[in-house]
């Protein structure tokens, strides 16, 4: 079956930067892009990014283009988020998801979630 | 890009039915039928219950479905169960520069 596990939860300093990996298995990781989203406490969600499998480009929301890198490892089936001079405000769980489609140009939708990962942003 | 809109609230009643509604422009859910809609219950994660407006993945209930109108979709749900409290978030697609978007979120309540 589709699984996507994250790594633990962090707490990170302002100015620091944190990497989150998500750990497919049961489909070819190849052929799905991968998105990252994040949860602020008590608030909706947020498209950080995506991978696409269509062209092999990574594509990043305005907000936090400056900051965010996203890669993949395909020997391992695992993608990364790392973001960069932490805020306060990036205090949030961050979720990593599978893009409906196999080498879809445009995502239709997410259709497998990870468990997410808390990332703290504390002095 | 803003966010698109959905109404803070809505409830129900058990065996009723709701419709929650998500407004964009034409950018976005007016250009687009790459709609789609996530069930989300306290302390988990995004849940996707349909998506390019009115398919349904496998597994998920009959009871919901999507639609759309101009540059407002509609996600309905039908015989309202205790279990569908949760909130829900509609997105579309925006174009290759923002390809998603995201609703504020809408918080379900089975009276």
């Known amino acids: 079956q589709v699984q996507l596990v994250q790594s633990g939860a962090e707490v990170k300093k302002p100015g620091a930067s944190v990497r989150v990996s998500c750990k497919t298995s049961?489909?070819?990781?190849?052929?799905?892009?991968i998105s990252w989203v994040r949860q602020a406490p008590g608030q909706g969600l947020e498209w950080m990014g995506w991978?696409?499998?269509?062209?092999?480009?990574?594509v990043y929301a305005q907000k936090v283009q400056d900051r965010v890198t996203m890669t993949t490892d395909a020997s391992t089936s695992t993608a990364y988020m790392e973001l960069r001079s932490l805020r306060s405000d990036d205090t949030a769980v961050y979720y990593c998801?599978?893009?409906?489609?196999?080498?879809?140009?445009?995502?239709?939708?997410?259709?497998?979630w990870g468990q997410g990962t808390l990332v703290t942003v504390s002095s | 890009q803003s966010a698109l809109t959905q109404p803070a609230s809505v409830s129900g009643s058990p065996g009723q039915a709701i419709t929650i509604s998500c407004t964009g422009t034409?950018?976005?859910?007016?250009?687009?039928?790459?709609i789609s809609w996530y069930q989300q219950h306290p302390g988990k994660a995004p849940k996707l219950m349909t998506y390019?407006?009115?398919k349904r993945p496998s597994g998920v209930s009959d009871r919901f479905s999507g639609s759309k109108s101009g540059n407002t979709a509609s996600l309905t749900i039908s015989g309202l169960q205790a279990e569908d409290e949760a909130n829900y978030y509609c997105?579309?697609?925006?174009?290759?520069?923002?390809?998603?978007?995201f609703g504020g979120g809408t918080k379900l309540t089975v009276l």
């Open positions: 390019e407006v009115n």
């Open positions: 997105s579309s697609y925006a174009g290759t520069s923002t390809p998603v978007i």
């Open positions: 998801a599978r893009v409906l489609g196999v080498y879809s140009s445009s995502p239709p939708g997410f259709d497998y």
């Open positions: 991978f696409s499998s269509y062209n092999g480009r990574t």
């Open positions: 049961g489909y070819s990781f190849t052929m799905y892009g």
């Open positions: 034409g950018s976005d859910v007016g250009s687009y039928n790459l």
